[in-house]
C-alpha cells in the first residue's frame, strides 16, 4: 500500500478529495490522509509542529473522520511513503513567506520520515474575478499571481530539495484549454473563485498527485468522479480524457 500525509489546507483538501479513488481504479492501493486547517500557511505550519498542536481536522481518502490530531500524531500512525506540504495561496507568490518555515519542516520531516519522499505542491492562481479578500496583493490579476507563484515555488523547491508537483501549472495550461477558457464564456475551474471546482478541478489535482506518486499512466485510468454538492453535474468523458492528457503532461513521470 502507497501511504500519502499531506500537511496543507483547503488546497490539500481539494487536491486529495478524489486520490484515493484513482488509485483504486488502477489496482493501486493507496491511503490518503490530509491534515486540514483552513488557510493554513507554512509559518502556521511550523508553529503547530513546535507545539504539538492538534489543530488539524484529520481527512482520510476524502473524507472528514472528526477528529483532531497534531503532525506528531499523524507521523506516528504510519510508514509514510509520501509526505506533502504546501504554501498558503495567498501568501504563494511572496518568496520571503517560505523560509526558514519551508526548511525547517522538511528537516523535521526527514529526520522523523527517513523512508518518506517530501514533496511540494504548487498551488494555483485564482479566478479572474476572484472576490478572494487577499487577491489585491496581486493587483487582482491572474497572470501576475500565477507568474509569482510559479517562480517563487520552484525558486523554494530548488532551494530546500523538495520535488515539486506542477499542480498551478497545470490549472494554467487547462484554462487556456476548451471548455475551461473562462473569460471567454467557458466554466471555471473554480468553484468560489479560488478553490478548486467539485468536479473537474479536485479531478485534475489528483491526476496530478497520482502521476506525480506513481509514474503510472493516466490515459486508462477509468475513474468517473462524482462531485458531492454540484447537483446535475456529470462528468464528460471528452473533458476527463482532456485533463488527462494535459495533467499526464506537466508531469511526465513519478517524482
Given at each position: 500500500?502507497?501511504c500519502?500525509?499531506a500537511i496543507g489546507?483547503?488546497?490539500?483538501?481539494?487536491?486529495?478529495?478524489?486520490?484515493?479513488?484513482?488509485?483504486?481504479?488502477d489496482n493501486?492501493?493507496m491511503?490518503?490522509?490530509?491534515?486540514?486547517?483552513g488557510?493554513?500557511?507554512l509559518?502556521?505550519?511550523?508553529?503547530n509542529?513546535?507545539t504539538?498542536?492538534?489543530?488539524?481536522?484529520?481527512?482520510?481518502?476524502?473524507?472528514?473522520?472528526?477528529?483532531?490530531?497534531?503532525?506528531?500524531e499523524a507521523?506516528r500512525?504510519?510508514?509514510?511513503?509520501?509526505?506533502?506540504t504546501?504554501?498558503?495561496?495567498?501568501?504563494s507568490?511572496?518568496?520571503?513567506?517560505?523560509?526558514?518555515?519551508?526548511?525547517?519542516m522538511?528537516?523535521y520531516?526527514?529526520?522523523?520520515?527517513?523512508g518518506?519522499?517530501v514533496?511540494?505542491?504548487?498551488?494555483?492562481?485564482y479566478?479572474?474575478?476572484?472576490?478572494h479578500?487577499k487577491f489585491?496583493?496581486?493587483?487582482?490579476d491572474?497572470?501576475e499571481?500565477y507568474?509569482?507563484?510559479?517562480?517563487?515555488?520552484?525558486e523554494?523547491?530548488?532551494?530546500?530539495g523538495?520535488p515539486?508537483?506542477?499542480?498551478?501549472d497545470?490549472i494554467?495550461t487547462?484554462r487556456?484549454r476548451e471548455?475551461?477558457q473562462?473569460?471567454a464564456?467557458?466554466m471555471?475551474?473554480?468553484?468560489?473563485?479560488?478553490?478548486?471546482?467539485?468536479?473537474?478541478?479536485?479531478y485534475?489535482?489528483?491526476a496530478?498527485w497520482?502521476?506525480?506518486?506513481?509514474?503510472n499512466?493516466?490515459?486508462?485510468?477509468?475513474?468517473?468522479?462524482?462531485?458531492?454538492?454540484?447537483?446535475g453535474?456529470?462528468?464528460?468523458?471528452?473533458?476527463l480524457e482532456l485533463i488527462?492528457?494535459?495533467?499526464?503532461?506537466?508531469?511526465p513521470?513519478?517524482?
Amino acid at each position: 500500500m502507497i501511504c500519502v500525509l499531506a500537511i496543507g489546507n483547503s488546497f490539500s483538501q481539494d487536491a486529495t478529495h478524489f486520490l484515493h479513488q484513482m488509485a483504486a481504479s488502477d489496482n493501486v492501493a493507496m491511503k490518503v490522509v490530509n491534515l486540514y486547517i483552513g488557510g493554513c500557511s507554512l509559518e502556521q505550519h511550523w508553529h503547530n509542529i513546535c507545539t504539538d498542536a492538534a489543530e488539524y481536522l484529520y481527512e482520510l481518502n476524502g473524507q472528514s473522520q472528526e477528529r483532531y490530531v497534531s503532525v506528531d500524531e499523524a507521523l506516528r500512525e504510519e510508514k509514510w511513503d509520501f509526505i506533502v506540504t504546501q504554501q498558503a495561496s495567498h501568501d504563494s507568490g511572496w518568496p520571503d513567506t517560505y523560509e526558514p518555515f519551508l526548511s525547517s519542516m522538511a528537516g523535521y520531516l526527514r529526520e522523523r520520515c527517513p523512508g518518506a519522499r517530501v514533496l511540494l505542491q504548487e498551488t494555483w492562481a485564482y479566478e479572474t474575478d476572484s472576490t478572494h479578500s487577499k487577491f489585491v496583493r496581486y493587483r487582482n490579476d491572474q497572470r501576475e499571481m500565477y507568474e509569482r507563484l510559479s517562480r517563487a515555488y520552484k525558486e523554494a523547491a530548488g532551494r530546500v530539495g523538495l520535488p515539486l508537483i506542477p499542480c498551478g501549472d497545470m490549472i494554467q495550461t487547462l484554462r487556456a484549454r476548451e471548455p475551461f477558457q473562462y473569460e471567454a464564456g467557458g466554466m471555471s475551474l473554480c468553484r468560489d473563485g479560488f478553490h478548486m471546482s467539485y468536479l473537474y478541478g479536485r479531478y485534475a489535482l489528483a491526476a496530478a498527485w497520482y502521476r506525480a506518486m506513481t509514474g503510472n499512466s493516466l490515459r486508462d485510468n477509468g475513474y468517473v468522479p462524482e462531485a458531492e454538492n454540484a447537483a446535475g453535474e456529470a462528468a464528460k468523458p471528452e473533458v476527463l480524457e482532456l485533463i488527462r492528457l494535459v495533467a499526464q503532461e506537466a508531469v511526465p513521470g513519478a517524482l
